[in-house]
DNA sequence: CTGTTAGCGCATTCAT
DNA sequence: ATGAATGCGCTAACAG
């Protein structure tokens, strides 16, 4: 390996000069700087930037930890997109780490990135609880930005939506769209996101004077998969219902296929609506009614606290109902 | 920053034992062991991995390069997903690198990795050429390989489908379904992927004897949106075509927004297809027909040329036909 | 403006 | 089995 070194000496000069011509904090004599770049060229001399980031005791990378299976699929690649693309904008350089399957494995994944050094770290996480999270960050000495968690302590260590208010937002106009039966489908038992959009459901319900018939509502797990699982156990049930809500955009398609599979139209025999607001539900046939979340901006404003922490205050985010064609009117 | 000199004289003794106790090729008393264990525990103490690569002079890291804009969308997701999971399988972490909008970004960003002594880099090029690339691998002492394109020189060093072969596959299908007026939605212009499944579709032609008729292409820039604009454009020429083949499912997707919107039914007026088999196209109403690409396979067997070459040897990729509901017969 | 010296935190000789 | 010394490649004082 050719080190900085081997271009001082073809150069004639110091380390410290060759060093000083690269970062270009200090002045160099021209001729001097030329004579080092033609050293450079010669050698083929690339810094080595662990060595340069262990002297400079900083990195310039920030972390991303989210859970591996979860890469897959529109929402999370649009999140590793806006992550990667402001952290580059601040002139960072993203790495990932899986948080695998379990709480434990998250904290691994945020120790990796603790000792590898990044600056800060960004975690969207599945398994570790908000009491946990808190107590990580307290006692971090590098930032850290909880991404679709509301924290108890470090309040302005996250950014995150209201799912239950936005679930309540999203049921109250399927109520005004004279739908009464409205079936849900739920994501992981246990998830926050998951849990909050159907206590959302829940509490519109009731704020309409409907008791929720547990008979409509199945679970998920996220995936369109599952989401087309949940839809043919719906129907398999027999009970009426003129709308199924699902509690992400990806199972609502699913649900579409298992509702068209059974020889129900959409939207003419069934509404169906979802959450995120991925690109395809726009394009899908019937157009799908969501509920956007602003994952641009919410990432943004995640790098910013990280990396300009006097500069951001927190703020609060909105989801937004997105009206399209696969919810009708009725009744 | 608490570092391995704290422990050590915490749990009074050296450093190198603390070393060895951690890394475990050296034998430690139990005892001793367990005094640095603890002193761990107590001053929190969290190697740095920096330190550790640059002593070592390895990173248990492979470095990934595609263009940024790329990573949204389902393909990409999937390709940032298996090459994170195989990675890690081998015990290494992924790191991301922009490709952003020039060859010399992707030139860029592949030195950036290097600088960071990332043990391999896989490249997914988009302005590289073949040329290039083969001239980087030439001069690299560090391993590289390229998915998605043939190489020349370097022919070990690259993972690649052969999409001039599946998108003749793919239209000779169409045609045995008895179409003969297929429209066609190309990439970028000079795409290398694109190219080679425009070429396919000209030659199949070629072979069953009918000439392409230009009227019948259009060109879109992959995404969903370029799709539908494509689309309308086809549409407002005017020309009959039984069956629109676009040059992804993402494309695909936007063309058959846009004939909905033209009012023509799907597959009953006409006939859809894409290519790469993306997770929507499953569960699209009509299912859409499309030409698997095996990206799982296909990364996998790049990491693994990284990482383990002398056990990898080279071998072709196939693509596969996947026939579903949104092409019927006609005639 | 440039050379010399001294670390950054850790692993690894060589001693003992 | 453990300690002392040396070096990984680079940057940052400190001199001149």
Redesign the interface.
């Known amino acids: 390996?050719v080190t900085i070194l081997d271009v001082a000496r073809l150069a004639g000069v110091s380390k410290a000069t060759v060093s000083r011509a690269l970062n270009g904090k200090v002045f160099v004599r021209e001729e001097v700087k030329a004579r080092i770049m033609q050293a450079i060229d010669e050698t083929?001399y690339?810094?080595?930037?662990?060595?340069r980031?262990?002297a400079n005791?900083k990195?310039n990378s920030v972390g991303l930890v989210i859970t591996?299976g979860l890469?897959?699929?529109?929402f999370?690649?649009?999140m590793?997109?806006h992550a990667?693309?402001d952290s580059?904008m601040h002139g960072r350089?993203?790495?990932?780490?899986?948080g695998k399957h379990s709480a434990q494995e998250e904290r691994d994944a945020i120790?990796?990135l603790?000792?590898?050094?990044c600056e800060a770290i960004l975690i969207y996480p599945k398994y570790l609880t908000v009491a946990e999270l808190d107590e990580i960050i307290d006692?971090s000495?590098t930032p850290i930005v909880v991404i679709n968690r509301e924290l108890t302590r470090n309040r302005s260590q996250c950014v995150f939506v209201d799912h239950q208010q936005s679930s309540e937002r999203m049921v109250a106009y399927l109520l005004a769209q004279g739908h009464t039966r409205i079936a849900f489908v739920a994501g992981f038992e246990g998830s926050p996101t998951g849990d909050s959009r159907l206590a959302g459901y829940h509490q519109a319900l009731r704020n309409a004077g409907i008791e929720p018939d547990p008979q409509l509502l199945v679970r998920g797990s996220w995936s369109?998969d599952s989401g087309?699982a949940a839809g043919r156990e719906l129907l398999a049930r027999n009970v009426p219902f003129s709308c199924v809500l699902a509690g992400n955009d990806d199972m609502a398609?699913?649900v579409?296929?298992a509702c068209?599979e059974a020889g129900l139209r959409l939207p003419e025999d069934v509404s169906l609506a979802g959450f995120d607001d991925s690109?395809?539900g726009?394009?899908?046939?019937p157009a799908l009614t969501t509920l956007h979340v602003p994952m641009d901006e919410m990432i943004r404003h995640a790098v910013a606290i990280l990396l300009l922490p006097d500069e951001t205050p927190p703020r609060a985010h909105q989801g937004e109902l997105v009206c399209r064609e696969s919810v009708v009117k009725v009744g």
Chains 1, 2 share one sequence.
């Open positions: 390996m083929g690339k810094p080595n930037q662990l060595a980031n262990l005791n990195t591996n890469y897959n699929g529109p999370f690649s649009s590793i997109y990667a693309t580059e350089q993203l790495v990932l780490a899986d120790d990796l603790l000792s590898l050094r006692t000495e369109t087309y398609i699913g579409a296929k068209q690109v395809i726009k394009y899908y046939n």
